[in-house]
T-cell receptor, first 110, second 111 residues
């Protein structure tokens, strides 16, 4: 079945860049997503990329997709303490169902 | 203005009780979902409805029964609640080939 893997934890200093990585197995994925979940809150869509794109930039966020290696990354430039959260990678599989990774906890220290 | 709403936000109940969680979306989407997020934050699809018809039913105990009275609503009814049902339940909706939008989640605690 489909599987999405992420590293569980990332710690950076304020002002540094953060890079969160994700690998997936479903080669028929059409869209790949990054969601953010702050403590005690719901899921917030950060950005997404269509599978025929290599890169997408949105302000401080850069998404890179290597479809050959099935590798997706999210880069956050100038990371702020408010970026501390859990980041979920997800891909569309089957009948438009999202398969999520287990989430990467990003901790930003001052 | 709320796109996908869920009620209640918090639910604390005793083992063995029956409870319902409601979800409503005002986006005109035709597909709605229920996800479960366990204590380790892992998200898993439970059900998916398209135009009021069940299209995905993952391996979920039959104590869980989704009900879709219309395209804008997908409610989740849980019978005979067990301790292991404690989790955060997220509703989501989407239009075909578009992005899923999630509700704020319902935190269920079974004592």
């Amino acid at each position: 079945g489909e599987d999405v893997e992420q590293s569980l934890f990332l710690s950076v200093r304020e002002g540094d860049s953060s890079v969160i990585n994700c690998t997936y197995t479903d080669s028929s994925s059409t869209y790949l997503y990054w969601y953010k979940q702050e403590p005690g809150a719901g899921l917030q869509l950060l950005t997404y990329i269509f599978s025929n794109m290599d890169m997408k930039q949105d302000q401080r966020l850069t998404v890179l997709l290597n479809k050959k290696d099935k590798h997706l990354s999210l880069r956050i430039a100038d990371t702020q303490t408010g970026d501390s959260a859990i980041y979920f990678c997800a891909e569309i599989s089957g009948y438009s169902t999202l398969t999520f990774g287990k989430g990467t906890m990003l901790l930003v220290s001052p | 203005d709320t796109a996908v709403s869920q009620t209640p936000k918090y639910l604390v109940t005793q083992m063995g009780n029956d409870k319902s969680i409601k979800c409503e979306q005002n986006l005109g989407h035709d597909t709605m979902y229920w996800y479960k997020q366990d204590s380790k934050k892992f998200l898993k699809i439970m059900f998916s409805y398209n135009n009021k018809e069940l299209i995905i039913n993952e391996t979920v105990p039959n104590r869980f029964s989704p009900k879709s009275p219309d395209k804008a609503h997908l409610n989740l009814h849980i019978n005979s609640l067990e301790l292991g049902d404690s989790a955060v339940y997220f509703c989501a909706s989407r239009r075909l080939r578009e992005t899923q939008y999630f509700g704020p989640g319902t935190r269920l605690l079974v004592l």
